[in-house]
C-alpha cells in the first residue's frame, strides 16, 4: 500500500508540472501511468483519488476538455505569438499587444499573456509604455525575474470539482450486481456506452469488476469510454439538430471566406449543445481554433500585399511566411511567397547584372537588351512597382546612350571606307558598321536615322562582295588563257571601275595586259601585222588606261608599223615584178592575140555573140521557152573549107583558149562538188560561166558554160526559116535580209558554221573586212545570238552561220523576236 500512495504521489506532482497547453506527447506517459494505477487500485482505498486524476489527465490532453473561454484565449495568444515572432515593423508589435489585451479582457491572470506582454516591451520604449499602461488598467504587476524563478501555479494544478455532466449512478443500478445477475449489469452498461453516457458506463463498469474481475466486457467497455472522455468525443445522435444545421452552416462560410459570420455559427451551435447536456463539443472548439488561424493568416496576407505595394519585399514575405505557417499548405500563401522570391531573385540578379556590365559596345548592347527584357517580365508580375518602374527607366535611358555610341561607331567605319583602297580592308570596315548598325536599329527600330545608315552599309558591302567575286572569276578566265575567256576577263574588270585603286584589281588588269602583249609578239613573229594591230586596240581601250601609257605598247607599236611598211614595199615589188612578166607575155604572145584583137577583112560571116545567163545570188533559174527566128544567110559556105584555110598560128591560139576553158571548167566542177560534200552553201546552186569564143574567119565556136560546156554547129540550109531554141532565161530573186554586217577583227580566225552553235561543221572562214548580208538570226545552244549571213566569194555564194559579238553591224540590225 506504501508503494501505491508513492506512487499516487508522484503521478500528482508530475501532473502540476505539466504546462498551460500540454501536447498529446506530454500526457502519452501519464495516460499509460494512471491506468496501470487504476488496475492496481481495484477495490482499495485509493481506487476513486486515482480515479479523479486519471480525469484530471483527460481533461489536460483533450481539447474538448478545455473550457469555451480558455480556447479564445489560447487562440488569441496564438495570434499575438506569430505577429511578434514574424514582426517585421513596429506595426505587427502593436497588433501583438492589441491582441494581448483582449486575452487580458479574458482572463487577466492568464501566465502566458504576461510571458508575451514582456516579449513585446522589450521591443521598443514606446512599447513598453503601452504594456505598461495595459498592467496598470487590470492592476497587474510583472516582475521578470520573479516570474521565471517562481512561476504561478498552472489553473489544472488545484483539485478539480466533481463530475456533474454524469447523473450519480441510480439505486437500481447499483443494487443490481447484489441482487441481480451480471449479464443484465453488463447489458446495462452497453446501453450507456452506445448512448454516449461514457461517465455512467465507466462506473457500471467499475461496480461489475468489483464484483468480477476477471470479466472482460466490462473492462473493454471501461477503456473504450475512458478514451472517447479523453478524446471528447460526442455521438452525431446526441448532437441537437439545430446545432448540427448551425455547425453544417458554417462549414460552407468557412470555404467561403466568411470568417466572422462562420465564428459566430460555431459559436452558436456549441451553445445549443451546452444547452442539450453536451459540455464540450469537440468538433466546434477545433473548427474555432483553425477559424481564427484562418483569419490570422488572412490579415498577414492583406499585411503582405500592403507591403508589396509599397515595394517592402522583404516585410512582404515575411507577412506570407507567417500566413503559411498559420495555415500550412494554404495555396494563396504559396503563391505570394513563389512571387515575392522570384521577383526579388530576378531584381537582385538585374541589379548584379547592370552594375557589372563590361566589355565592347556589341556586348553591353546584348546585355542590356536581355536587362531590359528581364525587367519588362517582372514589371508584369508587379504593374505598380516603382523600383521596377525605376529599373526599366535606368535600363533605356543606357539603352539610349549605347545606341548614339553605336551609330557613332558606324557612321565612323562608313567614313574610313572611302580612305582605303584595298577591297578586303573595305569589307572589314563595312562588316564592322554593319554590325554596329544592326545593333543600333535592334535597340530602336523606330529610329530612321539608324536605319538608313544600316541599308547603305548592307548595299556598300552587297558591291564590294560582288565586286571580289568578279574579281576571283576574272583571275580564273585569266588563267585559262583563251581568246574568249580574255574577252570575257576584260569585259568584267571593264565594270568595276570604282575599285582601280584596288591592288589586286591592278594587278589583274596588268596580267591581262601582258596576255594581251604576248599575243601582239606571237602575230608579230608570225608577220601577221593585221592580228597585231587588233590586239594593240584591245590593249588600249578599258581597263588597261588605267596602267597608263606604257613602253612596251609604245615597242610593239614601232615593231607593227615596221612590219606593215615592209608588207606595202613587198607588195609593191611584187606587183612591178607582175605587170613586168605580163608585159613579156604579151610581147611574146602578140602574133596569137592580135588576129583576135583585130581580125583581117574577110568575106566569111562574122562570128555572132551569143548572150549567155549571167550569175545571179540566188541558185534560181528559170527555163522559159521562147521562139527564136534565126535567119540563115542564102549563100551558104561550108565551114569544112574555111577550117581547112586556117593558117598555123590561128590553129595554135584557138588551141590555147580551148585548153584554158578546159581547166577553168575543170576548177568549176571541182569548187562545185567540194561545196556539196561540205554542204556549205544553204541556198540553190550558184551558176558561175564563163564564154571563150573562139573563130576563125571560116568557123565560129559558141562555148557556154552553166553546169556544163556545149558547141554548137550549123550546116549550111538552102532555106530561110523560123527555129524554136529552148534558151534557159535566168531571172533574178530579191531576198530581203534583217541587217548588214562586216568582219573588222578577225582575220583568217572567223569560221562560218553550217548551225547555229559551236558543235556545228565548218563551211568557211570569213575573211578581215568581208561584208555580210544577215538573212537571219537565232539563239544558239550556248544561249549567244547567232546570225545566219550570206556573201559572195571568187569560188561562188557562201551562207552560213556566224556568232553576232564577233561581228560590227554596218546597219543596225532589229532585235530578237
Known amino acids: 500500500m506504501t508503494d501505491l500512495r508513492d506512487a499516487l504521489d508522484q503521478l500528482r506532482q508530475d501532473i502540476q508540472d505539466l504546462p498551460p497547453s500540454p501536447t498529446s506527447a506530454d500526457t502519452a506517459q501519464l495516460e499509460k501511468t494512471a491506468r496501470e494505477l487504476l488496475a492496481q487500485s481495484k477495490n482499495t482505498p485509493y481506487e476513486e483519488e ?19 473561454e480558455s480556447n479564445q484565449i489560447r487562440g488569441l495568444l496564438r495570434r499575438a505569438r506569430i505577429r511578434i515572432e514574424i514582426a517585421g515593423d513596429d506595426h505587427d508589435f502593436d497588433e501583438a499587444i492589441d491582441i494581448l489585451a483582449q486575452a487580458l479582457d479574458l482572463d487577466p491572470g492568464y501566465v502566458e499573456t504576461h510571458d508575451l506582454l514582456m516579449q513585446a ?21 510583472l516582475n521578470s525575474e520573479d516570474e521565471t524563478e517562481t512561476p504561478m501555479p498552472a489553473p489544472v494544478a488545484a483539485p478539480p470539482p466533481k463530475r456533474t455532466d454524469a447523473p450519480p449512478t441510480p439505486t437500481k443500478s447499483a443494487e443490481v450486481p447484489a441482487s441481480g445477475p451480471a449479464d443484465a449489469l453488463l447489458s446495462e452498461i ?37 478514451d472517447n472522455m479523453m478524446r471528447g468525443v460526442v455521438p452525431d445522435h446526441r448532437i441537437p439538430f439545430d446545432a448540427r444545421v448551425a455547425y453544417n452552416r458554417a462549414n460552407s462560410l468557412v470555404r467561403a471566406g466568411n470568417y466572422d459570420e462562420a465564428q459566430r455559427l460555431y459559436r452558436e451551435a456549441r ?52 500566413a503559411l505557417r498559420v495555415v500550412p499548405n494554404d495555396p494563396e500563401a504559396e503563391e505570394r511567397v513563389a512571387l515575392v522570391r522570384e521577383v526579388q531573385q530576378q531584381y537582385d540578379q538585374a541589379n548584379v547584372q547592370m552594375n557589372m556590365l563590361s566589355g565592347s559596345l556589341l556586348k553591353r548592347a546584348k546585355g542590356l537588351t536581355d536587362l531590359l527584357n528581364m525587367a519588362s517580365r517582372i514589371r508584369q508580375k508587379l504593374p505598380g512597382s516603382e523600383r521596377l518602374q525605376a529599373m526599366v527607366y535606368e535600363t533605356n535611358s543606357r539603352i539610349q546612350n549605347i545606341k548614339a555610341q553605336l551609330m557613332a561607331q558606324g557612321e565612323g567605319a562608313l567614313g574610313r571606307v572611302e580612305s582605303v583602297t584595298a577591297v578586303e580592308e573595305k569589307l572589314r570596315l563595312v562588316d564592322e558598321a554593319v554590325e554596329a548598325l544592326r545593333t543600333a536599329v535592334e535597340l530602336d527600330a523606330a529610329d530612321p536615322k539608324a536605319m538608313n545608315l544600316l541599308q547603305q552599309a548592307q548595299q556598300l558591302r552587297s558591291d564590294l562582295g560582288e565586286g571580289r567575286q568578279v574579281m576571283e572569276r576574272a583571275a580564273a578566265l585569266i588563267a585559262q588563257n583563251f581568246d574568249n575567256e580574255l574577252a570575257q576577263a576584260r569585259q568584267m574588270l ?39 594591230e587588233r590586239w594593240l586596240a584591245i590593249a588600249k581601250e578599258e581597263p588597261f588606261r588605267i596602267l597608263g601609257r606604257r613602253t612596251e605598247i609604245l615597242k610593239l607599236e614601232d615593231e607593227v608599223r615596221g ?22 607575155v604579151l610581147v611574146l604572145s602578140r602574133d ?79 569548187t562545185i562538188q567540194y561545196i556539196n560534200q561540205q554542204a556549205t552553201i544553204n541556198a540553190n546552186a550558184t551558176i558561175i560561166g564563163s564564154t571563150l569564143i573562139a573563130g576563125t574567119e571560116q568557123a565560129r565556136a559558141t562555148v557556154n558554160y552553166f553546169n556544163t560546156q556545149t558547141a554548137t554547129y550549123q550546116p549550111p540550109s538552102p532555106t530561110s526559116r523560123p527555129t524554136e531554141t529552148n534558151t534557159p532565161t535566168a531571172t533574178p530573186t530579191e531576198i530581203e535580209f534583217l541587217c548588214r554586217v562586216v568582219n573588222r577583227d578577225f582575220d583568217g580566225t572567223l569560221r562560218v558554221r553550217s548551225l547555229p552553235s559551236t558543235a556545228g561543221s565548218q563551211i568557211s572562214i570569213m575573211p578581215l573586212r568581208q561584208a555580210a548580208d544577215v538573212l537571219q538570226q537565232q539563239l544558239g545552244d550556248d544561249n549567244r545570238l547567232w546570225f545566219q549571213i550570206s556573201y559572195n566569194v571568187v569560188s561562188g555564194q557562201v551562207v552560213g552561220w556566224v556568232r553576232a559579238d564577233y561581228l560590227e553591224q554596218q546597219t543596225t540590225c532589229p532585235p530578237l523576236n
Open 50 to 68: 486515482v480515479r479523479e486524476l486519471f480525469s484530471l489527465l483527460a481533461r489536460l490532453s483533450a481539447p474538448s476538455s478545455v473550457t469555451a
Open 121 to 141: 516591451a522589450q521591443h521598443s520604449s514606446q512599447h513598453a509604455v503601452k504594456v505598461q499602461g495595459l498592467l496598470d488598467r487590470y492592476g497587474l504587476v
Open 494 to 532: 571593264s565594270g568595276l571601275r570604282h575599285q582601280a585603286q584596288d591592288p589586286r584589281y591592278r594587278m589583274l588588269v596588268a596580267d591581262l595586259l601582258s596576255r594581251h602583249l604576248e599575243r601582239v609578239e606571237v602575230a608579230i613573229d608570225r608577220h601577221d601585222a593585221t592580228t597585231a
Open 592 to 670: 596569137a592575140w592580135e588576129p583576135i584583137v583585130n581580125p583581117p577583112p574577110t568575106d566569111t560571116p562574122q562570128p555572132t555573140d551569143t548572150l549567155t545567163p549571167s550569175t545571179t545570188p540566188t541558185a534560181t533559174s528559170t527555163a522559159s521557152v521562147t521562139p527564136t527566128a534565126t535567119p540563115q544567110p542564102l549563100d551558104q559556105t561550108a565551114t569544112a573549107g574555111v577550117i581547112q584555110t586556117r593558117t598555123a598560128g590561128t590553129q595554135q591560139s584557138v588551141d590555147a583558149m580551148t585548153q584554158t576553158a578546159e581547166q577553168i571548167e575543170l576548177q568549176f566542177t571541182e
Open 190 to 226: 452497453a446501453s450507456a456506452y452506445y448512448a454516449g453516457d461514457y461517465g455512467r458506463t465507466v462506473d457500471l463498469a467499475n461496480r461489475l469488476l468489483a464484483a468480477d474481475p476477471n470479466n472482460a466486457q466490462a473492462a473493454e467497455y471501461r477503456q473504450k469510454a475512458d
Open 563 to 584: 612590219l606593215r611598211q615592209g608588207h606595202i614595199i613587198r607588195r609593191v615589188a611584187l606587183g612591178g615584178v607582175a605587170l613586168l612578166i605580163l608585159g613579156a
Open 271 to 322: 451553445d445549443i449543445a451546452e444547452r442539450a447536456g453536451i459540455p464540450s463539443w469537440k468538433d466546434v472548439e477545433q473548427a474555432l481554433l483553425e477559424i481564427q488561424d484562418l483569419a490570422l493568416a488572412r490579415e498577414l496576407l492583406a499585411d503582405g500585399d500592403r507591403l508589396l505595394m509599397a515595394d517592402d519585399w522583404g516585410g512582404a514575405l515575411a507577412k506570407y511566411e507567417g
